[in-house]
């Protein structure tokens, strides 16, 4: 899903200010990655960006008993995004809403190019991702997490999928958004990515951004992507290296 409103007035930031928690405006949070958290799942992965902390478990490919669900070709790959309900300072409700279902339906969509699915006929591969605290960006933290679960439970991929929001806070385009930008900030795009071609399996525009403000937001959330990928394969080869 991509949307785009380009309707709005043209404003720029100085690039050089600083913002609210001192970041210059193409600078990640401090991030890190660890593969192989959960000795139960086939494939595991826990990721601290910023204030986010996110577990993601892989189970399969197993077969599928869901007959209407299965597919003679291919794998279905299924995804559950959740958020605890200590995850934020108000104390979210327990099980699924709209947004869960939401994010879980774009998180496999996102993944899904990357995965070999044709290799595993009437099988599934089932991803969980639980935000365990939340701090702005979990999608995009749950996608990149979940993409070194995936690795690490040894499914064939075509790369390590990598996700990363750029947007626009205070009149100034910005690279991951921490809460407070994003919840007060003029908009808010996500995406992901294939690193080794580039190629984009997400892309979504909330808010309001001009074309040229669209390109300046696009290129930083690719460059946030290629420096984020870079600690997805520490995190594997401190796990098998």
């Known amino acids: ?139 995009c933290a749950g996608i990149t997490a979940a993409s070194v679960a995936l690795a690490d439970a040894g499914v064939p991929m075509r790369d390590i999928v990598v996700s990363c929001a750029a947007g626009k806070a205070n009149g100034q385009v910005v690279l991951d958004l921490s809460e407070i930008e994003d919840k007060e900030g003029e908009a808010d795009m996500p995406i992901a990515i294939m690193p080794r071609t580039g190629e984009i399996t997400l892309l979504q525009s909330d808010g309001h951004l001009t074309s040229e403000e669209f390109e300046k937001a696009l290129d930083l959330a690719m460059n946030g992507c290629k420096k984020i990928s870079e600690e997805q394969k520490k995190a594997i080869l401190g796990r098998y290296g």
């Open 1 to 139: 899903m991509i949307t785009i409103i380009t309707n709005k007035e043209f404003s720029t930031g100085i690039e050089t200010s600083e913002r609210a928690d001192g970041r210059a405006f193409d600078e990640l949070r401090p991030i890190k990655i660890e593969a192989g958290v959960l000795n139960r799942a086939d494939g595991s992965a826990y990721l601290e960006l910023g204030g986010n902390k996110i577990l993601a478990a892989v189970y399969g490919p197993r077969e599928l008993h869901i007959r209407r669900l299965m597919q003679p070709n291919r794998a279905v790959l299924r995804c559950r995004y959740n958020m605890a309900p200590f995850s934020v300072d108000d104390r979210k409700r327990p099980g699924p809403d709209r947004r869960s279902v939401e994010i879980s339906k774009i998180t496999s969509e996102a993944l899904s190019p990357a995965v070999f699915l044709e290799k595993f006929p009437r099988s599934t591969i089932d991803v969980f991702i639980e935000v365990l605290e939340a701090e702005g960006g979990t999608r």
